[in-house]
């Protein structure tokens, strides 16, 4: 059954976590209802939705056994090239290399990584507060056409990827994938 007092503690709960400060009262809802909605529906959906941009991937309490999906980021990149390699560095922090994808096909470099919640493996252990939340992305970059593919080489150390290639002209495509150190 839904709860409104329950539901505006939750609500002020994830304000408090986010911001750190009390939230602020105000004579006029930030987002009215609107007039056609089904008010208990709509909060309900609402609060799912900002949980699940809030806690990607967490279980979400309304729901037994439900998962709500990964929010999904852009990691920022440095692209630098010489006459003779190419180097991609990609800020990564918090994943693990067992948990990033690189492949190459047909001239285009495509990166996939998860980042996981710390201490999830622990079934005892769950978030009371956390900024760091669980997350995917999928990156594609074109990649030049002089690339040595075997000698593609890839490290992620401190939470940035580099990824490097030597540079031939008379280098031949080909689809690989890419291991990292």
Known sequence: MFNVDEQTDRLERLYRQL??????????????IPPEANPQHFVQENLARLESV??????????????????????????QETDTEWRCYVELPGVR??????????????????????GSEEPAVRPVYSELIPCRFERLL???????????EARLEHGLLLVRFLKDPHAVRMDLKIEVA
């Open 142 to 152: 074109p990649v030049p056409p002089t690339l040595k593919h075997d000698s593609a």
């Open 19 to 32: 911001t750190g400060a009390e939230p602020r009262k105000g004579e006029r809802p930030i987002a009215p």
């Open 97 to 118: 290399p067992e948990d990033l994808t690189l492949q190459v096909a047909d001239a285009v470099m495509k990166l996939s990584a998860r980042r996981r919640l710390w």
């Open 54 to 79: 809030l806690h990607g991937g967490l279980r979400n309490e309304g729901t037994v056994g439900s998962v709500v999906p990964e929010p999904t980021f852009a990691p920022r990149i440095l692209v």
